[in-house]
């Protein structure tokens, strides 16, 4: 059968890594997290003072880029990725609030995202690869062979990524992560480089109102017929 590449583009906090995590363990297809890669850099950036109140030093973190090591691991039966910033499981600290505060500005950096897309297409050349991400099927991989564009209220998304963090035992507010998810979402949909849209040929999901399970029966015969042309 035909390996595809599939791209799931869309908001914060709409459930895309949920989804693809499933949607490759189903299919024993390779998952990988775009935007766990960029948390990773504004991670590193953080730490090394190369972002401060007074904003980013672009130029230090763009002769920093090679000194920046991303590693990961997916384990299919628990659906656990585990994210390495040089040699370091790093998976708790690029989920913390102060990263989500600065990644966006990171990752609309060009040559950030240059280094990022290399390695991301590096890694689906082969096909049999399911990435979520901002750009994932209008810029990373233009010709993947299907796209889905994710979608759900502010409300649902921020009260999701409010359980989330709280099960992880991170402490934050209900209106700081509203707050938080649209001042991404602002930053993502306007930025100069590789800004956060719907491709032309990808097809939306509305999770709003729908289960885990539901979303897995209405993408399920979309990726068989694909798989058998």
Known sequence: MKKLIIAIDGYSSCGKSTFA??????YHYLYIDSGAMYRTVTLYALQQGIITEQGIDEEKLKSSLEYIDISFTFDPATLQSIHFLNGENVEEKIRSIEVSQHVSPVSKLKFVREKMVALQREAG???????????????VF??????????????????????????????????EIKKNLME?????STREESPLRQAS?????????MTLEQQMEWIDPLIRKLMQS
């Open 125 to 139: 050349k082969e096909g049999g690869i399911v990435m979520d991400g901002r750009d994932i099927g209008t810029v």
């Open 184 to 188: 991404r979402d602002l930053i993502d």
């Open 21 to 26: 995590k499933h949607i490759a363990a189903r």
């Open 201 to 209: 040929d990808a097809i939306v999901l509305d999770n709003s109102h």
């Open 142 to 175: 233009p010709e993947a062979d299907l796209k889905i564009f994710m979608t759900a209220s502010p409300e649902i998304r921020a009260r999701r990524r409010y359980l989330e963090l709280k099960e992880k035992g991170i402490e934050a507010s209900l209106e």
